[in-house]
C-alpha cells in the first residue's frame, strides 16, 4: 500500500482509507441525527490501529467510522479507517466496541474516529512529537463535519514497554 498523507503532510505508511475496499465502505450523512450519539475518538499505539488477530464483523447499521482524510462518514468495518493496518489479516476492537456501545444502551448512534498509529511511542503524541499535531486535526476535521468528540481513548501499545 503506497504511503497516504495525512491531514498535516506527515506520510503514514499503510493507513486504512475508503480507496483500499472500494465498495465494502458505503458513505453515510455524518450530521445525521439517529438517536443518542457518541462520537469516539481513537488515538495510540498498536493496542487501537489494527493488530488484532483476525477481523470482526460488525452488527450494528448505526456504528459508524469518520475518515479523517476525507472528513466523511462510512458505515463501519474492520479494519477501520484512519488506523494504520499490518498485517492485512489484523483488525480492531474499536469496531466491536462501536456495536457492544449501542447492544448496551449506551448509545444509539456511534461513530469512531481512529487516528491510530502501529508503532509509535508516547513521545511522538505529546507535544513535541510528530503525531501530536494530528490530535487537534482531528478535533477540527469533526468539527467541520458538524461533530463534536464525547470521548478520546487512547489505546497504549507495546513501544514504552520497560520504559517509565
Request: hydrophobic residues 40%.
Amino acid at each position: 500500500m503506497a504511503p497516504v498523507q495525512n491531514l498535516i503532510g506527515i506520510p503514514r505508511a499503510g493507513i486504512q482509507s475508503p480507496g483500499a475496499y472500494v465498495g465494502a465502505y458505503v458513505e453515510k450523512n455524518c450530521a445525521q441525527s439517529l438517536g443518542t450519539r457518541r462520537v469516539v475518538v481513537w488515538a495510540g499505539q498498536s493496542n487501537t490501529a489494527s493488530s488484532v488477530n483476525g477481523r470482526y464483523t460488525v452488527t450494528k447499521a448505526n456504528n459508524w467510522q469518520f475518515d479523517i482524510q476525507s472528513g466523511a462518514c462510512y458505515t463501519a468495518l474492520d479494519p477501520p479507517l484512519g488506523a494504520t493496518v499490518s498485517p492485512t489479516t489484523a483488525g480492531s476492537y474499536v469496531t466491536q466496541v462501536g456495536d457492544l456501545l449501542i447492544s448496551g444502551g449506551t448509545a444509539a448512534h456511534v461513530i469512531s474516529a481512529n487516528i491510530s498509529v502501529g508503532g509509535t511511542a508516547v513521545a511522538d503524541w505529546a507535544v513535541g512529537g510528530f503525531l501530536n499535531a494530528s490530535i487537534g486535526v482531528t478535533g477540527l476535521r469533526l468539527a467541520n463535519a458538524g461533530l463534536t468528540c464525547d470521548n478520546i481513548i487512547w489505546g497504549q501499545g507495546e513501544s514504552n514497554h520497560g520504559t517509565s
